[in-house]
């Protein structure tokens, strides 16, 4: 028998209409608390990942990550991170494909699996799977700590979210996200970041629940927003790089629940079939922070335009597209590239809820 000491708060909608609102709104605090214990002003503190982490994390050669639906999600913005910032290569795969086909494993590939319950049945199978192919380790990044999940990995990494009550997954995205960037940044510091970088990144993390709560404060022009949508049958969602898996989680919280159709797209596909579908009656939702692709992202947003399509565009100041009758522009703070996608998908949750609420 183990005794909660969870709060009463924890569980209680409070002031807030619907529990994914009050969650929503927790992210700021739940961030802080992926964090807490885990960085220091600029570094990343070793004990984050456990002992001997550092070394398990210096044989590692590559990165298997296995997981469902909103986890899946945050386990392709991770594979660019893995790539880019720690030099490994990774896989992302959902669990419910991965369980059922043959495997050719990689030596020293570190197998990760996201879950906010630990509990969802592909995910455990996947793990239970994986533990007979010789993968170097098993690490679960997961937000409860009494779950099969966790007991059944070699390490895990709690998310620390609280519970999460309201059926579209939403702070248990951001702070799986946080969780895994402290991951990324580890395993670089065993391969090839750069103090200076890790610095930089650390830095970064740090600030995000601040600019997080700037954005939540944008809520009432996003719920104005969000009355442009209430009418329509289809959603298209465009990112370039990892704001396409924002893309895509922002797609799976409108159709879950609003049930308006929505689809994501990397924006430079678009030309590739799916603008046949774009007119006046299908939103285009986009995301734009200044990064080295934002032009390319602004020449797929002209393609819209040309047919008469209806432009959401969530952007840094610094890139944004103008303004204009046909595109609706909502700046937000800038951030540095790597965090991007924390910030991002916030606002793509509040339009997803207020669409669904109206
Ligand atoms: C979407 C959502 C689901 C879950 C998925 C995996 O809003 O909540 O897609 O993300 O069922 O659940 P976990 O993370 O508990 O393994």
């Known amino acids: 028998v183990r005794t909660s000491t969870l709060t009463a708060d924890a569980v209680e909608r ?16 739940a961030i802080a608390e992926t964090l807490e214990g885990r960085v220091s002003d ?27 639906g909103t986890s899946y999600h945050a386990g392709l913005v991770a594979r660019y991170w893995f790539e880019s910032i720690a030099g490994l290569p990774c896989d ?30 592909d995910t455990l199978a996947a793990l239970r799977e994986a533990k007979t192919l010789g993968y170097r380790a098993t690490l679960a990044i997961c937000n409860v700590p009494e779950s099969s999940l966790v007991r059944e990995s070699d390490r895990v990494m709690m998310t620390r979210a609280g519970p999460e009550i309201g059926v579209a997954s939403t702070k248990a995205f951001t702070t799986q996200l946080t969780a895994l960037l402290l991951t990324v940044i580890a395993a670089g510091r065993a391969h090839q970041l750069g ?21 939540l404060g944008l809520e009432p022009r996003i719920e104005t927003l969000a009355e442009a949508f209430i009418d329509k049958h289809h959603t298209l969602f465009l990112g370039r790089g990892t704001q396409y898996p924002v893309a895509m989680e922002g797609a799976l919280k409108l159709k879950e629940i609003s049930y308006i159709h ?15 579908l774009v007119d006046a009656d299908m939103p285009v939702v986009t995301a734009a922070p200044n990064n080295d692709l934002v032009e390319k992202l602004k020449s797929n947003l002209q393609e819209v335009r040309a047919r008469g399509g209806r432009l959401y565009v969530f952007a840094d100041p610094a890139a944004a597209p103008a303004a204009s009758d046909d595109c609706q522009v909502i700046a937000l703070p800038s951030v540095d590239e790597a965090v991007a996608p924390l910030l991002y998908s916030v606002p793509l949750q509040l339009l997803a809820y207020h669409v669904a609420v109206l």
């Open 195 to 215: 103090r200076d970088e890790e610095a930089r990144l650390v830095r970064a993390l740090r600030q995000i629940p601040r600019q997080i709560e700037t954005v």
């Open 262 to 276: 929505a689809e994501a797209y990397p924006a430079g596909e678009l030309k590739h079939g799916p603008l046949a």
């Open 92 to 121: 992302v795969e959902v669990a419910s494909e991965f369980r059922y086909r043959a495997h050719v494993v990689a030596p020293d590939t570190l197998f990760v699996t996201l879950s906010q319950s630990g509990e969802t049945a």
């Open 14 to 29: 409070g002031a807030f209409r619907h529990f994914m609102a009050k969650e929503i709104h927790e992210q700021p605090a």
């Open 42 to 68: 600029d570094r990343i503190l070793p004990e984050a990942l456990g002992p001997d982490a550092s070394r398990l994390l210096a044989d590692v050669r590559r990165v298997q990550i296995v997981a469902c």
